[in-house]
C-alpha cells in the first residue's frame, strides 16, 4: 500500500481496499476470481508458490486473489503483518486455537465469551488434553494468578456479549506479554473502526466478519490478523491442513459490505447510544448493558479502548437490558416488535431482537445466569441503520405490551 494510502483515514482507505490484480488500467471494484486453480510458467515457480501466505497464487485453499484483497483490506485496518480469511468465525477460531495448540497446553480465557469459542474450548479440554482456566476480563492480577509454565495462550473478546462488558485489553495483554503468552482478541463487536487490538499489544485479533464487516446479513466469514508474519505463516500451514479457507464468492460479498463500514459503525453506535438512553428512562426497564452509558460498569474503560475522539465512547451497536416482568415479559417483547426481528446474529443493517436465557444461553440455570451477569428478563438488542424514532416505536410498542 502506497505511502498515500497510508494517510488516509480507515473510513477512505475502506472504500479502497487493495485490488490484488492490475491489468492496464485500475478496477474499482475487487474482481471476483470464483476459479480455484491456477497455471505457472516453470516447475520451480509453482514449487515456490507453496512455501507461504504471500507468493504465487497456486490453489484456493492456499489463497486466491479476492480472498488476499479481503485479507489485506482488514490487516490494514487492524494494523496487522498479515491476515488469513476463512469459511467462519467459528472457522478462524477454531484455525488459530488447533493451529497453535497442544495436548498438555494452558489456555486462559475470559469467562463471558461467545457460545461458540465456549464450547470449542471445552471441547479442546475434554477430547485432546488442552487445560482451560476462565477468568473476568477486568482484572490482570487473576491473569497473573492463573499462568502456569504450560499457558500459551490468552483468549479474551473486546466487548462481551450480551452485556457488553468491556475487556481491560492492555492490563490483561501485558501480563500475557510479560510472561512469553501469545494473546488473542475477538474484535468482532467493536470493528477495527472502535478499537484496534493489536496497538494493545494482542498478538493475533480474530472477527467473525459474518457480522459488521460485512454487514448485510448474506454472507458467513471469519479473518484472523496477525501482529507478526512468522505467527501469520503458522496458522496459514495449518488452515491449508483443516481446508477452512473462504469462498472467493463469500470474500467478495465481505469486501462490498465493508466499503460502507464507516457510516454503518458510526449509525449503528449513534442510534444504540440512543435507544440505551431512552430505555434506561422506561419504567418497565431495570438496567440498561451499554458502554456509552456512564453508569455502565465499564465506562472508564471504554473512553479508554473504544473512544469517539471528543473524550466520549463508541459503544457499538449492541446493547441489552433487563426487563422487570422477568422470563415472560423478555418472551413477550421478542414476539411484540414489528420492525426488529427475533434472530440471531448482529452487525448486519436490519435490527434484531433475542433473549439470551433462552437461546443462546439455554444450558444455564438462573445461577449460572446471575454469575454471566444476565438475567431471566435480559434481551439483546443488535441494532441496525433503520431511523431510530422508527426503531424507538416499535420498541415502546412492544414495552407496552407487557
Ligand atoms: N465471535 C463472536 C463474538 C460472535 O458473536 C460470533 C457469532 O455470533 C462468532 C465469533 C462466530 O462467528 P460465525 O457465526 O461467523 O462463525
Redesign the pocket.
Known sequence: MSDFHHALHPESRIVHPPVEEVTGSRPLGVPLHQGHVFAFPDSDALAHAFTGPGQAFLYNRYGNPTVRSLENAVADLEGGAGALATA????V?NTVLLALLRSGDHVIAQRSL?G??FATLADLAERWGVEVTHVGGDDPEEVRAALRPTTRLLHL?TVS?PTTRVTDLPALIGVAREAGVLSVV?N??ATPLICRPIEHGADIVVH?A??YLGGHSDV?A?VAVFADAELHRRVWQHAIELGSSLDPFAAWLTLRGMQTLGLRVRRHCETASDLAGRLAAHPAVTTVHYPGLPAHPDHEVARRLLPDGQGGVLGGGVLAFDLAGGRDAARTFTESVRLAALAP?LGGVHTLVMHPASTSHRQLDDAELAAAGISPGTVRVAVGIEHPEDLWADLEQALAEL
Do not use: A, P
Not at 467462519?88 to 472457522?91: A, L, N, P, R, V
Open positions: 467462519s468465525g467459528m472457522g477460531i461467545y461458540g469459542t473478546e456479549n475477538d468482532t463487536f467473525s459474518t457480522k458467513l471469519g446474529s
